[in-house]
């Protein structure tokens, strides 16, 4: 699967590699191991520096309603969520994901996993 994913319920954070071409399934199924977890509130670091978004501008729009879904029916509560992108379609698809996610929480774009991380350790203390 494109999408591996750890959730470490002790630090409250979620791990996340993109590697390779990457579908609306595999970014639902993503979502789902979330909600099953209860780890909507936690920190997450997605690594997108592989990652081959194979997206239409109508998944990016599913996923953008039902991230909102999320948000107004299950209270989802977001925990701050860094990206590591390193090329520039790979940014503009995650620009698009947290302009559509209609979430209050803190969302950044990295260039390295390192600089993710210490910005996401500073946002979860």
Same mark, same amino acid.
């Given at each position: 699967m494109p999408m591996r994913w750890t959730i470490s319920h002790d630090e409250r954070l979620v791990m996340v590699t993109a590697d390779g071409p990457v579908t609306?399934?595999?970014?639902?199924?993503?979502?789902?191991?979330? /909600?099953?977890?209860?780890?909507?509130?936690?920190?997450?670091?997605?690594? @997108?520096?592989?990652?081959?978004?194979?997206?239409?501008?109508?998944?990016?729009m599913a996923i953008g309603a039902r991230m909102s879904a999320y /948000?107004?029916?299950?209270?989802?509560?977001?925990?701050?969520?860094?990206?590591? @992108?390193?090329?520039?379609?790979?940014?503009?698809?995650?620009?698009?994901?947290?302009?559509l996610s209609a979430s209050s929480r803190e969302a950044k774009i990295f260039q390295t996993v390192d600089e993710a991380r210490r910005w996401l350790d500073g946002q979860m203390r």
């Open positions: 609306l399934l595999e970014i639902e199924a993503y979502f789902d191991a979330l /909600i099953v977890a209860d780890a909507q509130p936690y920190g997450k670091l997605l690594d @997108a520096t592989t990652m081959e978004a194979r997206l239409t501008d109508a998944d990016v /948000i107004k029916e299950q209270k989802w509560e977001g925990g701050p969520a860094a990206f590591v @992108a390193t090329t520039r379609i790979n940014r503009e698809f995650i620009k698009r994901f947290i302009n």
